[in-house]
């Protein structure tokens, strides 16, 4: 199986399965001399790790990162990176693989079960392997790398949707998306969330989300056409993420109902004689380089497609049966999804920076 990295001058490589010993990854073309800690990539994972609330999975992973290789001691007792490939690894201590061995030879509808099966002539079905989302523990990780690369720029991202239910904008608050295991910057729509989730979750179903991602700070002139555009990496580095179905750039498929006066961000000079736009549909993106305005994006996150309701489906061998999921799911994959989202934007910007630095200067 190849394509397991992306990025060009910042490049990241993931290994490792959902019930291995061990994920980790390879993160090439980091800038020498940053310095770095386990504890600060730690606080990202953490963010992402498994069994903080009764709306996740319960599966028990501390999700502890080492730092292999790429790093060195200064005299300060600090790490800084030595512009030499980062190795991180985190051992998987918490699998229960039994919990899959009576769909081994099943096919579990949503999953990539079959088309794995189909592809390579054979799979790990334990957790589903590399198609597992156990694997964005590892973009998480080289998403805290990325991050010290972009001098200025901030990253987050947040629930905006679960299911059919949308927050209101009118209340967005960034310092709520803490305050709550949702990642929503709504309180009123996180209270109304809890009530929802409950009743899927004991229902043995599961429900979709959408989360958007921005990141503010960013200069001038990342990306290039016609085929490194900032949003085409964006939007395929979004897409890689498991359960994404849909991706949209600043107004994204709403733009198709607005005019072109609506739609256009007028500019006019500042009183520092520099351009300010008076707004950002474009999401901070023109012809695939950024304005300096802050770069918005959203994905849409299906359903978890493990439940406890039974779904039609057939085996390896042809035979039809009913696959009922057992062992321990989301019930909205997308609320851990968030830190995985601002990762892959942080990778893709520090990639793009480092490209355009290479460029142009």
């Known amino acids: 199986m190849s394509h397991n990295t992306f990025g060009h001058l910042f490049r990241v490589t993931t290994w490792g399965e959902s019930h291995g010993p061990a994920i980790g990854c390879v993160v090439d073309g980091c800038p020498p001399g940053l310095v ?3 504890a600060e990539i730690q606080a990202f994972l953490d963010r992402r790790r498994p069994g903080q609330s009764r709306f996740t999975t319960q599966r028990r992973e501390p999700d502890e990162v080492r730092i292999l290789s790429g790093v060195v001691t200064d005299a300060d007792g600090n790490l800084r990176t030595t512009g030499t490939p980062i190795a991180l690894e985190i051992q998987n201590v918490d699998q229960r693989s039994k919990d899959y061995s009576n769909i081994a030879d099943r096919y579990r509808p949503g999953h990539a079960d079959f088309t794995y099966d189909a592809k390579y002539g054979l799979r790990d079905p334990r957790g589903g392997g590399r198609s597992s989302a156990r694997e964005t523990a590892m973009r998480v990780a080289a998403g805290a790398v990325a991050r010290k690369v972009l001098p200025g720029v901030t990253i987050r991202g947040a629930l905006v949707q679960m299911g059919p239910h949308v927050i209101d904008r009118a209340r967005w608050d960034w310092d709520e998306v803490g305050n709550n295991p949702f990642f929503c910057p709504d309180p009123v729509a996180a209270a109304e969330w809890e009530i929802f989730l409950d009743g899927v979750r004991k229902e043995g179903s599961s429900t979709g989300a959408v989360i958007e991602v921005v990141a ?3 200069p001038v002139g990342l990306g290039a056409p016609l085929y490194g555009k900032l949003d085409q990496d964006i939007a395929s580095a979004l897409m890689s993420i498991n359960a994404v179905k849909g991706v949209e750039i600043g107004e994204g498929f709403a733009a198709a109902a607005l005019s072109g006066e609506e739609n256009a961000d007028e500019m006019r000079i500042g009183e520092d004689g ?12 023109l012809g695939g380089i950024s304005s300096g305005q802050p770069i918005v994006a959203r994905f849409a996150v299906k359903p978890t497609s493990s439940i406890l309701t039974p779904r039609r489906s ?13 062992g321990r799911h989301d019930p909205c994959v997308g609320i851990r999804a968030v830190p995985v989202g601002e990762a892959m934007l942080a990778i893709v910007l520090a990639d793009h920076f480092l490209r355009n630095r290479g460029q142009i200067g």
């Open 216 to 218: 503010e700070g960013v």
């Open 274 to 285: 520099k351009p300010v736009f008076l707004s950002n549909h474009a999401g901070g993106i």
């Open 36 to 38: 770095i800690s386990e």
């Open 314 to 326: 057939i085996t390896a061998s042809g035979e039809e049966i009913d696959v009922m999921t057992r």
